[in-house]
């Protein structure tokens, strides 16, 4: 389940630029999605407060439907916790 939210702060411009809020499951802040200025390899959004490619926004497209993604500063912690184990495995 975290692998899969993990996967929304991938080729995510399209949901940043329908999304008011966004959050870093990084450095943990949350901030207006249209701070949000600079896309790695111009598809991945890059946090504005710490430079990594771990946004996700309040809005994510599911097939054809935009659905409201809640940006829970608990389920970031854990996500951040399991990003660190995946990256670990991953090198
Ligand atoms: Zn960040």
Same mark, same amino acid.
């Given at each position: ?16 630029? /329908? ?8 450095? /943990? ?24 490619? #771990? ?29 660190? #184990? #995946?990256?670990? /495995?991953?090198?």
């Amino acid at each position: 389940m975290l692998y899969n939210i993990h996967k929304l702060s991938y080729n995510n411009k399209q949901e940043i630029g /329908l999304s008011k809020f966004a959050g870093c499951f990084h450095c /943990l802040n949350k901030f207006p999605a249209n701070e949000v200025k600079s896309f790695r390899s111009d598809k991945h959004a890059v946090c504005p407060k710490c430079g990594k490619d #771990t946004v996700i926004g309040d809005k994510v497209i599911k097939g054809k439907f935009i659905l409201p993604f809640i940006l829970d500063k608990k389920l970031f912690v854990q996500l951040n916790e399991e990003y660190d #184990t #995946t990256f670990g /495995l991953l090198s």
